[in-house]
């Protein structure tokens, strides 16, 4: 029997309904080579919805999108907007109440593709970042009493508790096994002035390193120093796992090394559970309805859906047809791709065809 997926769509903000619809252009290609078939169901979850009607995010939307096998996202974010409000109220609510534990954001340099790093390519900019996605500063653990006085003081928490620690770290070591090619887990910190947070990482990572997944090396780097070597020997890079403030972080400076935003994808993923795919950029605001975006990100995205979703052949194909398009690119920026960002997506799509 044909399998069938249900796929709720977010294309959001900005430039997020314009990549999301190339993302789903693509899908489609693949979907008429392969024996399964998407639905997809859109929602208006964004700024827009927001200033029309005054709320977030329904308060049903988590459970409704708990029905789904997958989601897919565009990006939230509104210039009118007050920052905070809808990254908090969706993108991070969402997360956090599907249990989406793991942000899986591969740094991955494609053939074409230019990098800021200098005698760099494909070959050693290649690894993936697993980065926790629901505890650390981002639980929202603080406060800030006597505002506005000289003597106000703002508290704002870093809080892991053992289990989410280990669960992020057994499915990075799975994840490296799985991936198969250095078989060595990084585990990015900051031991010397973290030395709670931290130490429960390094300790967990250790022993479950030892205990379960003897064949994987471990390694160690504090954040700064991370920062550092991404840009000087990303070819040292496998598999890093991190908390969720310096995952975001680092995965910055790893988007740019690929290609930038206009390139970089990422899941957030609840491994027994809905995950949500999303490219990592923001909304980009000012280049919407102009056709400009690059919506490679988006595919990229499209790519990982299939992928987690156990469609790995399907995955294959947006990958292969994705590595033709990008050649034929002149840039991975916004109005300078030589192609819009239509173009772009039916490139792929007619890419997929061929295959
Ligand atoms: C990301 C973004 C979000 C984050 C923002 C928009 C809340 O930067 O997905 O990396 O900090 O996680
Ligand atoms: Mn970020």
């Known amino acids: 029997m044909k399998k069938t997926y249900n796929i709720a769509v977010l294309p959001g903000d900005g430039t997020g309904p314009e990549v999301v619809r190339e993302g789903i252009k693509v899908l489609k290609a693949v979907e008429a080579r392969q024996d399964f078939t998407l639905n997809f169901t859109e929602y208006d979850f964004g700024g827009d919805r927001y200033l029309r009607t005054g709320e977030v995010l329904p308060e049903s939307a988590p459970d409704e999108m708990r029905k789904y096998d997958a989601i897919y996202l565009g990006a939230i974010g509104h210039p009118d ?90 499915w990075a070591f799975e994840y490296t096994r799985k991936r198969a090619r250095r078989n060595t887990l990084a585990l990015c910190g900051k031991t010397n002035v973290l030395t709670y947070v931290y130490d429960l990482w390094e300790r967990a990572f250790h022993e479950i390193g030892k205990a379960d997944f003897a064949e994987i090396r471990r390694d160690y780097y504090h954040v700064d120093a991370t920062c550092m070597w991404m840009v000087k020997n990303p070819e040292w890079f496998d598999v890093i796992v991190t908390g969720n403030m310096f995952g975001d972080i680092i995965t910055d400076l790893g988007a740019i090394t690929q290609g930038g935003m206009g390139v970089a994808a990422g899941g957030n993923i609840n491994p027994n559970g809905v995950s949500m795919f999303e490219p990592i950029g923001g909304s980009a605001p000012k280049y919407t309805g102009q056709n400009v975006i690059n919506p490679i990100a988006a595919v990229g995205a499209g790519q990982m859906m299939l992928d987690i979703l156990g469609e790995s052949a399907g995955a294959k194909m947006v990958e292969d047809a994705m590595k033709k398009t990008l050649l034929k690119m002149k840039s991975m920026d916004a109005g300078k791709m030589g192609m819009s960002t239509s173009e772009v997506g039916d490139d792929v799509a007619n890419e997929v065809a061929k295959l």
Not at 101 to 127: A, F, H, M, S
Not at 152 to 165: F, G, T, W
Request: charged fraction near 30%; aromatic fraction near 6%; include cysteine.
């Open 81 to 170: 907007v007050k920052p905070g409000i809808l990254e908090k109220g969706i993108l991070l609510k969402l997360r956090f109440e599907l249990d989406q534990y793991i942000n899986l954001r591969p740094v991955k340099l494609y053939e074409n593709v230019p990098t800021p790093l200098k005698d760099k390519g494909p070959k050693e900019i290649d690894y993936v970042v697993v980065r926790e996605n629901t505890g650390g500063l981002y639980t929202g653990m603080g406060g800030i009493s006597m505002k506005g006085t000289k003597d106000e003081v703002a508290v704002q928490s870093m809080v892991y508790n053992r289990i989410q620690v280990e669960r992020c770290l057994r």
